[in-house]
């Protein structure tokens, strides 16, 4: 089995800039450079056989290369506890076209439409109970922003999951063509 989702792998630049503002909230799980992405599909575990079917059908999207920079910081919150600290994109439009491209793509490869719209953002760190408050840093760094970055590709990443953290690889890469 494959556990798989698609995402887009920002720069090394944007991810520095990520990982300076890292900490300043006990308790978190702070991403390490390794795992910084920007999830266009969540897909899950798939056997061999499917996974090929949607490379296939991801190896069929077309979109222009497009512009994005990082526009603030946020949080998810469960029953009004915040559950992850995310970096927030913008614009949005293109990252909303090829999250519908790539998500019509996995429906022609058998999986189950996206059920949950589509939020584009980077996630920084995972939250329980434990951790402490974000306030402080999301005053402090909540206006974060960067240069606009080149999206260019997108990839097809492989997770595989160990006591101390997911493992992320990229398997595929998808260049995107004008």
């Not at 006990?26 to 999830?39: C, F, K, N, V, Y």
């Not at 290369?65 to 614009?91: Q, S, Y």
């Not at 990252?95 to 949950?116: F, I, M, N, T, Y």
């Amino acid at each position: 089995m494959h556990r798989l989702f698609v995402a887009i792998r920002p720069p090394a630049s944007i991810r520095s800039q990520l990982l300076d503002i890292m900490g300043g909230v006990s308790g978190a799980r702070w991403q390490s450079d390794e795992q910084i992405h920007l999830t266009l599909r969540f897909i899950g575990e798939v056997d061999g056989r499917q996974a090929d079917d949607i490379h296939a059908a991801l190896s069929g999207v077309r979109q222009a290369p497009f512009d994005i920079a990082l526009a603030g910081l946020g949080t998810f919150d469960r029953r009004g506890e915040p559950t992850a600290l995310w970096a927030g994109v913008n614009p949005r439009e293109a990252l909303s076209d090829l999250h519908r491209k790539v998500d019509q793509a996995c429906q022609r490869a058998g999986l189950s439409p996206e059920g949950r719209a589509y939020h584009p953002h980077i996630t920084l760190a995972r939250l329980n109970r434990s951790s402490g408050p974000v306030g402080g840093m999301l005053a402090a760094e909540g206006g974060l922003s960067s240069l606009p970055f080149t999206v260019s590709a997108f990839h097809l990443f492989e997770s595989h999951l160990t006591p101390s953290g997911p493992i992320y690889r990229i398997a595929e890469t998808y260049p995107l063509n004008p």
